[in-house]
């Protein structure tokens, strides 16, 4: 950011937040979110497997298709 970016931004705020702290607040929302819909592809993969309706190598490909998608998230958020 500029200076006069950051000298707006800490105005708006009333200068209790840095630009950094706002960008942890994202990262740390946007992670929560994916590991949120990672748990819940665990789980309907799972229900699927009771179900009978798919077997336990789609399982695996379900939950490591989703943690490669986790860990590009990490990779650019930071």
């Known amino acids: 950011m500029t200076d006069e970016q950051v000298v707006a931004f800490n105005a708006s705020v009333g200068g209790h937040f840095t630009p950094a702290d706002l960008y942890v607040v994202i990262a740390a929302l946007i992670l929560t979110l994916a590991f949120t ?42």
């Not at 009978?52 to 860990?71: P, S, T």
């Open 37 to 78: 819909w990672l748990a819940w592809l665990a789980v309907s993969a799972y229900a699927g497997i009771a179900r009978n309706a798919l077997g336990f190598g789609d399982l695996m490909g379900l939950i490591l298709r989703g943690v490669f998608v986790l860990m590009l998230l990490t990779y650019f958020i930071r």
